[in-house]
């Protein structure tokens, strides 16, 4: 059998990088990230929280081929930040954010079990 | 993120209200985030939280009606105790042992074998697990204690096998699936008009009305259409399938979320100003012990390391295609 080992879609190969950045020359502030051994969980999430950012212009994210567990997020911005520093920010917001929504969690179904376990 | 404390319970960020939920389910709303923060979540809570599943059978008899690549299959479904499963156990492909050892496996041993006359039920119940251990352990939600069915035996059938019971994720096989289902819904109006309802002379009383609909307000006769308006509330139900308590599914995806956001400013180099107070959150959990193993592979016989001969760098070490020395390969 040639399928390849299963685990190959979440675990990098040796010296291969979780994400790498290539400018995108044909514009300004643009740049290409690829994202190796990752699928839409993360693409459109990133996607996503980057349209907001007022300065990203443009963000959108591709996987090039469904055989291969890579996407490639494109991210152009109006030159206030460049387009790493949005990628960044865009997951220090995201994980702050589900930082709050954890300990919200927590809270909610300390409430829930004790409601739960008076009725 | 500097004034994280006083947002701390406030209304930024995403909400959550538990609307329902016992040990095996949780149906949950999600509000004040976006379409694909709420299906990002769904996502990593049904395919990469790890628990333990039975991943490798070691043979002995089967002389049941079973074949054993079908029994193995069988047993790789039975869910098993998974709480806290990160603080007791590591992925083998990242422990130091040759095959497997207390570090990354959990040891259930089965042996059930007919003599009577009637025919006997083998159950999850009779998976053996060492003495007092929790994790790994067949998990038994039915009234009458047995768990799933494994296997029926006639008289002078005999089954005996050990399973090594393994850490995953259900990206690597849908057995290390936390939960049976992940109910995900929103807009039960269809005011977006996501849905394009089929029907024959009116969608209103042809299609049922979503369990959720009485969560929000019903579209007003005559209101024109907002094709401005984006989904805000999400319906998720966390249906458990025993290894994990829902509100630990839940908890774990979120960190597994975080954990992925981090690698990608990890390796983006990031110096960044620190003080978030995320730093501890977002280690992975693999690292911070996956050099504690047994001091190197070098000289550790296994009556099984003739087989394979793989070298002990490869994940899951001596896993893929080998056999065991019964014959039976005991993968999936
Ligand atoms: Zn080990």
């Not at chain 2, 620190?274 to 959990?285: E, V």
Request: aromatic share 8%.
């Amino acid at each position: 059998m040639n399928a390849p080992d299963r685990f190959e879609l979440f675990l990098l190969a040796d010296g291969e990088a979780k994400v790498t950045m290539e400018p995108d020359t044909r514009q300004p502030n643009a740049a290409i990230f690829t994202f190796n051994k990752e699928d839409h969980t993360l693409g459109n999430l990133l996607r996503a929280t980057l349209l907001q950012n007022e300065h990203v212009i443009f963000s959108a994210y591709k996987t090039p081929h469904p055989l291969f567990p890579k996407f490639e997020l494109r991210i152009q911005t109006d030159g206030e930040t460049s387009p790493k520093e949005a990628l960044l920010s865009a997951c220090q917001g995201l994980i702050g954010d589900l930082q709050m929504l954890s300990q919200k969690l927590t809270r909610e179904w300390e409430l829930n079990k004790i409601a739960r376990d008076t009725s | 993120m500097d004034d994280y404390d006083q947002l701390y319970g406030s209304d930024r960020g995403p909400q959550i209200t538990i609307k329902e939920a016992d040990n095996k389910h949780a149906q949950i709303v999600l509000s004040n985030c976006d379409l694909a923060f709420a299906n990002s979540l769904r996502r990593i809570m049904l395919a990469e939280v790890p628990t333990v599943a039975i991943d490798t059978v070691e043979i002995e008899a089967n002389t049941s009606v079973i074949p054993d690549e079908f029994l193995c299959h069988r047993l790789g479904m039975i869910p098993l105790d998974s709480t806290n499963i990160d603080d007791k156990l590591i992925y083998s492909r990242d422990c130091m042992c040759e095959m497997y050892c207390e570090k990354c496996s959990v040891i259930l041993t089965l042996h059930a074998r007919c003599t009577g006359e009637s025919n006997v039920t083998v159950y999850a119940r009779d998976l053996v697990v060492a003495e007092g251990a929790q994790l790994g352990s067949p998990v038994i939600t039915d009234k009458e204690g047995q768990g799933a069915i494994i296997c029926k035996l006639r008289k002078g059938q005999e089954l005996k096998m050990k399973c090594i019971a393994k850490k995953g994720i259900a990206k690597e096989h849908a057995k290390w699936s936390p939960v049976s289902a992940m109910g995900f819904e929103y807009d039960p109006w269809n005011k977006l008009r996501h849905i394009d309802y089929w029907y024959e002379e009116s969608a209103e009383a042809e299609w049922p009305k979503s369990k959720y609909a009485d969560w929000e307000e019903p579209p007003v006769e005559g209101e024109p259409f907002n094709y401005d308006a984006l989904p805000s509330r999400f319906y998720l139900d966390v249906e458990s399938v025993g290894s994990l308590p829902p509100d630990e599914i839940m908890q774990q995806g979120i960190k597994y979320l975080q954990e992925k956001l981090a690698s990608v400013i990890d390796t983006l180099g990031n110096k960044n100003e620190g003080g978030d107070g995320f730093g501890d959150g977002m280690r992975s959990p693999g690292q911070d012990y996956s050099m504690g193993g047994m001091g190197g592979g070098g000289g550790y016989e296994t009556p099984y390391g003739a087989g394979g001969g793989q070298d002990a760098r490869t994940p899951y070490a001596g896993g893929f295609g080998g056999t065991t020395p019964y014959g039976a390969n005991g993968r999936w």
